[in-house]
Protein backbone atom coordinates (compact mmCIF):
# COMPACT_ATOMS: atom_id res chain seq x y z
CA UNK A 1 0.00 0.00 0.00
CA UNK A 2 2.60 2.13 0.97
CA UNK A 3 4.85 1.63 -1.93
CA UNK A 4 1.67 2.13 -4.24
CA UNK A 5 0.99 5.33 -2.53
CA UNK A 6 4.69 6.71 -3.27
CA UNK A 7 4.73 5.51 -6.80
CA UNK A 8 1.22 7.25 -7.13
CA UNK A 9 2.99 10.21 -6.04
CA UNK A 10 5.78 10.68 -8.06
CA UNK A 11 4.04 9.48 -11.32
CA UNK A 12 1.40 12.68 -10.39
CA UNK A 13 3.86 14.96 -9.79
CA UNK A 14 5.58 13.77 -13.13
CA UNK A 15 2.74 14.35 -15.03
CA UNK A 16 2.02 17.45 -13.86
CA UNK A 17 5.44 18.96 -14.59
CA UNK A 18 4.78 17.80 -17.85
CA UNK A 19 1.08 19.66 -18.45
CA UNK A 20 2.52 22.47 -17.49
CA UNK A 21 5.19 22.17 -20.92
CA UNK A 22 4.31 23.15 -24.11
CA UNK A 23 6.01 21.85 -27.79
CA UNK A 24 5.56 23.04 -31.50
CA UNK A 25 5.73 19.84 -32.26
CA UNK A 26 3.10 18.16 -30.06
CA UNK A 27 0.28 17.97 -32.51
CA UNK A 28 2.06 17.73 -36.06
CA UNK A 29 4.47 14.78 -35.42
CA UNK A 30 5.31 12.65 -38.48
CA UNK A 31 8.16 10.21 -39.24
CA UNK A 32 10.61 10.87 -41.87
CA UNK A 33 8.44 8.38 -44.23
CA UNK A 34 5.50 10.77 -43.32
CA UNK A 35 3.19 8.76 -40.70
CA UNK A 36 1.80 10.34 -38.76
CA UNK A 37 2.82 9.37 -35.03
CA UNK A 38 -1.03 9.69 -33.10
CA UNK A 39 -4.21 8.15 -33.16
CA UNK A 40 -6.95 10.15 -35.07
CA UNK A 41 -10.52 9.92 -35.71
CA UNK A 42 -12.32 6.82 -36.51
CA UNK A 43 -9.01 4.63 -35.30
CA UNK A 44 -9.08 1.74 -32.79
CA UNK A 45 -6.58 0.73 -30.43
CA UNK A 46 -5.45 -2.55 -28.46
CA UNK A 47 -3.54 -2.94 -25.99
CA UNK A 48 -2.13 -5.42 -24.00
CA UNK A 49 -0.06 -5.41 -20.60
CA UNK A 50 3.45 -6.28 -21.55
CA UNK A 51 4.37 -8.16 -18.37
CA UNK A 52 4.28 -11.29 -19.84
CA UNK A 53 6.89 -10.99 -22.38
CA UNK A 54 9.36 -9.58 -19.60
CA UNK A 55 8.35 -12.96 -17.73
CA UNK A 56 9.45 -14.87 -20.63
CA UNK A 57 12.51 -13.30 -20.89
CA UNK A 58 13.11 -13.96 -17.26
CA UNK A 59 12.04 -17.42 -17.55
CA UNK A 60 14.45 -17.70 -20.30
CA UNK A 61 17.58 -17.14 -18.36
CA UNK A 62 15.79 -19.85 -15.34
CA UNK A 63 15.39 -19.79 -11.82
CA UNK A 64 14.07 -22.37 -9.47
CA UNK A 65 11.86 -21.96 -6.61
CA UNK A 66 12.68 -23.82 -3.29
CA UNK A 67 9.75 -24.64 -1.56
CA UNK A 68 8.49 -27.05 1.39
CA UNK A 69 5.69 -29.61 1.15
CA UNK A 70 3.77 -30.30 4.17
CA UNK A 71 2.11 -33.86 3.93
CA UNK A 72 -0.03 -37.13 5.34
CA UNK A 73 2.53 -40.04 6.31
CA UNK A 74 -0.75 -41.99 6.85
CA UNK A 75 0.37 -42.73 10.47
CA UNK A 76 -1.07 -38.74 11.76
CA UNK A 77 1.93 -37.05 10.85
CA UNK A 78 2.50 -34.25 8.38
CA UNK A 79 6.08 -34.46 7.57
CA UNK A 80 7.96 -31.89 5.38
CA UNK A 81 9.29 -32.64 2.33
CA UNK A 82 11.68 -29.93 0.15
CA UNK A 83 10.92 -29.41 -3.70
CA UNK A 84 12.01 -27.17 -6.24
CA UNK A 85 9.95 -26.25 -9.41
CA UNK A 86 11.65 -24.79 -12.58
CA UNK A 87 9.62 -21.87 -14.22
CA UNK A 88 9.07 -22.82 -18.02
CA UNK A 89 9.33 -20.06 -20.20
CA UNK A 90 4.99 -18.86 -20.85
CA UNK A 91 3.34 -16.45 -22.04
CA UNK A 92 0.62 -17.11 -19.57
CA UNK A 93 -1.08 -14.42 -17.77
CA UNK A 94 -1.80 -16.66 -14.18
CA UNK A 95 -4.63 -16.36 -11.30
CA UNK A 96 -1.62 -14.53 -9.80
CA UNK A 97 -0.30 -11.97 -12.33
CA UNK A 98 -3.51 -11.53 -14.35
CA UNK A 99 -2.86 -9.60 -17.43
CA UNK A 100 -5.27 -7.28 -18.75
CA UNK A 101 -6.37 -6.09 -22.36
CA UNK A 102 -7.58 -2.86 -23.51
CA UNK A 103 -9.78 -2.37 -26.81
CA UNK A 104 -10.26 1.25 -27.67
CA UNK A 105 -12.26 3.50 -29.81
CA UNK A 106 -11.28 7.15 -30.75
CA UNK A 107 -14.66 8.96 -31.31
CA UNK A 108 -12.24 12.38 -31.71
CA UNK A 109 -8.81 13.17 -31.86
CA UNK A 110 -8.56 13.44 -28.20
CA UNK A 111 -12.13 11.35 -26.95
CA UNK A 112 -11.77 7.60 -26.69
CA UNK A 113 -14.23 4.91 -25.29
CA UNK A 114 -12.70 1.75 -23.87
CA UNK A 115 -13.22 -1.87 -22.54
CA UNK A 116 -10.51 -3.14 -20.33
CA UNK A 117 -10.58 -6.86 -20.00
CA UNK A 118 -8.57 -8.47 -16.89
CA UNK A 119 -7.82 -12.59 -17.41
CA UNK A 120 -5.52 -15.45 -15.44
CA UNK A 121 -5.67 -18.63 -14.96
CA UNK A 122 -3.77 -21.15 -12.36
CA UNK A 123 -3.58 -25.06 -12.70
CA UNK A 124 -0.69 -26.14 -11.15
CA UNK A 125 -0.08 -29.79 -10.38
CA UNK A 126 3.13 -30.73 -7.99
CA UNK A 127 3.92 -34.49 -8.10
CA UNK A 128 5.51 -35.39 -4.70
CA UNK A 129 7.91 -37.77 -3.50
CA UNK A 130 6.35 -40.83 -1.69
CA UNK A 131 8.53 -43.79 -2.52
CA UNK A 132 9.75 -44.49 1.30
CA UNK A 133 5.30 -45.17 1.33
CA UNK A 134 5.32 -47.12 -1.91
CA UNK A 135 3.43 -45.00 -4.28
CA UNK A 136 4.55 -42.06 -6.43
CA UNK A 137 1.08 -41.40 -7.29
CA UNK A 138 0.72 -38.41 -4.84
CA UNK A 139 0.11 -34.93 -6.05
CA UNK A 140 -1.10 -31.44 -5.08
CA UNK A 141 -2.97 -29.26 -7.37
CA UNK A 142 -4.16 -25.77 -7.15
CA UNK A 143 -6.41 -24.06 -9.46
CA UNK A 144 -7.67 -20.34 -9.80
CA UNK A 145 -9.17 -17.80 -12.51
CA UNK A 146 -9.29 -14.15 -12.29
CA UNK A 147 -11.81 -12.28 -14.59
CA UNK A 148 -13.18 -8.93 -14.99
CA UNK A 149 -14.48 -6.92 -17.25
CA UNK A 150 -14.61 -2.67 -17.50
CA UNK A 151 -16.28 0.28 -19.55
CA UNK A 152 -15.34 3.70 -19.64
CA UNK A 153 -13.33 6.47 -21.56
CA UNK A 154 -10.44 8.35 -22.13
CA UNK A 155 -9.32 12.23 -22.61
CA UNK A 156 -6.29 13.07 -24.60
CA UNK A 157 -3.71 16.02 -24.16
CA UNK A 158 -0.61 16.83 -25.72
CA UNK A 159 2.43 16.62 -23.30
CA UNK A 160 5.65 17.52 -25.07
CA UNK A 161 6.79 15.68 -28.68
CA UNK A 162 5.88 12.03 -28.51
CA UNK A 163 4.26 11.88 -25.06
CA UNK A 164 0.70 12.09 -24.73
CA UNK A 165 -1.10 12.62 -21.17
CA UNK A 166 -4.75 11.40 -20.50
CA UNK A 167 -6.60 10.97 -18.10
CA UNK A 168 -10.74 9.11 -17.85
CA UNK A 169 -13.21 6.97 -15.63
CA UNK A 170 -13.70 3.32 -15.86
CA UNK A 171 -16.69 1.15 -14.06
CA UNK A 172 -17.06 -2.76 -13.48
CA UNK A 173 -17.02 -5.75 -11.95
CA UNK A 174 -14.57 -8.57 -11.24
CA UNK A 175 -14.12 -11.91 -9.96
CA UNK A 176 -10.45 -12.87 -8.02
CA UNK A 177 -9.31 -16.23 -6.39
CA UNK A 178 -8.48 -16.97 -3.06
CA UNK A 179 -5.02 -16.21 -2.12
CA UNK A 180 -3.31 -17.11 0.84
CA UNK A 181 -2.43 -20.22 3.43
CA UNK A 182 -3.61 -23.83 3.94
CA UNK A 183 -5.77 -25.29 6.95
CA UNK A 184 -3.05 -27.76 7.13
CA UNK A 185 -0.09 -27.14 4.71
CA UNK A 186 2.45 -24.64 6.48
CA UNK A 187 4.83 -22.15 5.02
CA UNK A 188 3.20 -21.57 1.26
CA UNK A 189 0.77 -19.25 -0.25
CA UNK A 190 -1.97 -21.20 -2.32
CA UNK A 191 -4.03 -19.76 -5.00
CA UNK A 192 -7.63 -20.88 -5.18
CA UNK A 193 -8.59 -24.20 -4.71
CA UNK A 194 -6.19 -27.10 -3.01
CA UNK A 195 -5.99 -31.11 -3.69
CA UNK A 196 -4.14 -33.42 -2.34
CA UNK A 197 -4.21 -36.71 -3.07
CA UNK A 198 -1.93 -39.95 -2.08
CA UNK A 199 -3.16 -43.17 -3.68
CA UNK A 200 -1.24 -44.74 -1.55
CA UNK A 201 -2.51 -44.52 1.12
CA UNK A 202 -5.77 -44.88 2.23
CA UNK A 203 -6.44 -41.68 4.55
CA UNK A 204 -5.20 -38.46 4.16
CA UNK A 205 -6.37 -36.81 1.25
CA UNK A 206 -7.93 -33.45 1.66
CA UNK A 207 -9.53 -30.60 -0.63
CA UNK A 208 -9.58 -26.76 0.56
CA UNK A 209 -12.47 -24.75 -2.09
CA UNK A 210 -13.80 -21.43 -2.03
CA UNK A 211 -12.67 -17.90 -0.87
CA UNK A 212 -13.12 -16.68 -3.91
CA UNK A 213 -13.78 -12.16 -3.91
CA UNK A 214 -16.03 -11.08 -6.31
CA UNK A 215 -17.61 -7.30 -6.77
CA UNK A 216 -17.75 -3.72 -8.37
CA UNK A 217 -15.68 -0.70 -8.61
CA UNK A 218 -15.49 2.71 -10.29
CA UNK A 219 -12.17 4.04 -10.85
CA UNK A 220 -11.03 7.24 -11.79
CA UNK A 221 -7.26 6.94 -14.03
CA UNK A 222 -4.64 8.99 -14.74
CA UNK A 223 -1.75 7.96 -17.58
CA UNK A 224 0.87 8.64 -19.88
CA UNK A 225 1.81 7.36 -23.06
CA UNK A 226 5.35 7.53 -25.26
CA UNK A 227 4.99 6.92 -28.90
CA UNK A 228 8.05 5.23 -29.96
CA UNK A 229 6.95 4.92 -33.30
CA UNK A 230 4.17 5.91 -35.48
CA UNK A 231 0.81 4.56 -34.01
CA UNK A 232 2.77 2.40 -31.59
CA UNK A 233 3.39 3.60 -27.93
CA UNK A 234 4.17 2.32 -24.36
CA UNK A 235 2.52 4.04 -20.87
CA UNK A 236 1.51 3.36 -17.71
CA UNK A 237 -1.27 4.56 -15.54
CA UNK A 238 -2.81 5.02 -11.82
CA UNK A 239 -5.94 6.37 -10.34
CA UNK A 240 -8.15 5.64 -7.56
CA UNK A 241 -10.73 3.44 -6.80
CA UNK A 242 -13.94 3.25 -5.17
CA UNK A 243 -14.62 -0.80 -4.81
CA UNK A 244 -17.32 -3.19 -3.22
CA UNK A 245 -16.53 -6.73 -2.79
CA UNK A 246 -17.57 -10.55 -1.29
CA UNK A 247 -15.19 -12.70 0.25
CA UNK A 248 -17.10 -15.88 -0.31
CA UNK A 249 -17.03 -19.02 2.77
CA UNK A 250 -13.79 -21.02 2.31
CA UNK A 251 -14.33 -24.57 3.70
CA UNK A 252 -11.96 -27.45 4.10
CA UNK A 253 -13.03 -31.31 3.46
CA UNK A 254 -10.97 -34.17 4.79
CA UNK A 255 -11.39 -37.56 2.64
CA UNK A 256 -13.88 -39.05 5.56
CA UNK A 257 -15.79 -36.40 4.25
CA UNK A 258 -15.16 -33.85 7.88
CA UNK A 259 -16.03 -30.16 6.50
CA UNK A 260 -14.47 -27.47 8.41
CA UNK A 261 -15.11 -23.88 7.81
CA UNK A 262 -12.11 -22.28 7.26
CA UNK A 263 -13.10 -18.60 6.62
CA UNK A 264 -16.77 -17.51 6.71
CA UNK A 265 -16.30 -14.89 4.17
CA UNK A 266 -17.01 -10.62 3.94
CA UNK A 267 -17.49 -7.56 2.72
CA UNK A 268 -15.18 -4.90 1.90
CA UNK A 269 -16.25 -0.99 0.67
CA UNK A 270 -13.26 0.62 0.24
CA UNK A 271 -11.34 3.99 -1.53
CA UNK A 272 -7.95 3.22 -2.68
CA UNK A 273 -4.98 4.45 -5.24
CA UNK A 274 -4.12 2.16 -7.46
CA UNK A 275 -1.12 1.74 -10.02
CA UNK A 276 -0.14 0.09 -12.73
CA UNK A 277 3.93 -1.01 -12.58
CA UNK A 278 3.28 -2.70 -15.55
CA UNK A 279 4.36 -1.16 -18.96
CA UNK A 280 1.39 -1.67 -21.70
CA UNK A 281 1.98 -1.86 -25.14
CA UNK A 282 -0.32 0.38 -27.16
CA UNK A 283 -0.88 -0.39 -31.29
CA UNK A 284 -3.27 2.48 -33.05
CA UNK A 285 -5.04 1.30 -36.55
Same mark, same amino acid.
Given at each position: ?????????????????????????????????????????????????????????????????????????????????????????????????? @?? /??? &?? !?? %???? #???????? *???????????????????????????????????????????????????????????????????????????????????????????????????? @?? /??? &?? !?? %???? #???????? *?????????????????????????????????????????????
Amino acid at each position: MKRTLIFSILFSSILASAFSQTDSTRHNLYSKKGFYYFPEKGDWTISVDATPFLSYIGSLIGSKEYYDVYYYDGWGEYISSNHYRQESPSFAFTAQNP @GT /LFF &KY !FY %AEDK #AYRMKFLF *GYTSEKDILSTQSFGSDEAYLKQSGLAVGLFFGQEYYMPIKSRIRGYYGYEVGGFLLPFRGGSYIIDNQTFIGNIEYVNKGLIDGDFEEKGGSTYGFSAN @GF /LGA &KW !FF %APKV #AIGGELGL *GLKYSTMTEREYTSSDGVKVVIDSGMNKFELSPFASGNLILHIFF
